[in-house]
């Protein structure tokens, strides 16, 4: 399987396991010119944005360290377009999320980051 193949079936696994704990996913695979969110889902009064990260074993880290402040960086932009497009930043509190997959073990790792402008 290429890398895209592989990433679009982890977050389809991340999205059924965040739908399980009670999140609605409103976006697959977000994309502006800055970027790309993997998901965007509402959880509670939050409007999250969730990047999902696997590895099939640690020769490269930790999943969740391969979201370093680069990829902060635009999937805070990303975030903005969104919102500015539909209106949310003043009306609905958002958070960062990480979906970070080990082999078949799912971690959420929810407020992952701060928004980074």
């Known amino acids: 399987m290429n890398k895209r ?11 059924e396991f965040l739908q399980k704990n009670g999140y609605e ?3 697959f ?3 502006s010119r800055q970027g790309e ?5 509402r959880e509670e009064e939050y409007l999250v944005f969730v990047e999902v990260k696997y590895r099939s074993n640690l020769k490269s880290g930790m ?3 391969a979201v370093d402040l680069k990829k902060q960086r635009i999937i805070s932009k990303v975030a903005t377009y969104y ?6 930043f003043d009306t609905v ?3 960062f999320d990480v979906v970070a997959i080990l082999e ?9 980051f701060e928004y980074i402008p």
């Open 83 to 88: 919102c500015m497009k539909n209106n949310c």
């Open 5 to 15: 193949t592989v990433g679009t079936k982890f977050e389809q696994i991340a999205a």
């Open 104 to 112: 078949d073990e799912i971690k959420l790792l929810k407020n992952a």
């Open 37 to 41: 969110i993997d998901l965007i889902a």
């Open 25 to 27: 996913i409103l976006e």
């Open 63 to 65: 999943p969740q360290e």
């Open 93 to 95: 509190p958002t958070r």
């Open 29 to 31: 695979n977000f994309r």
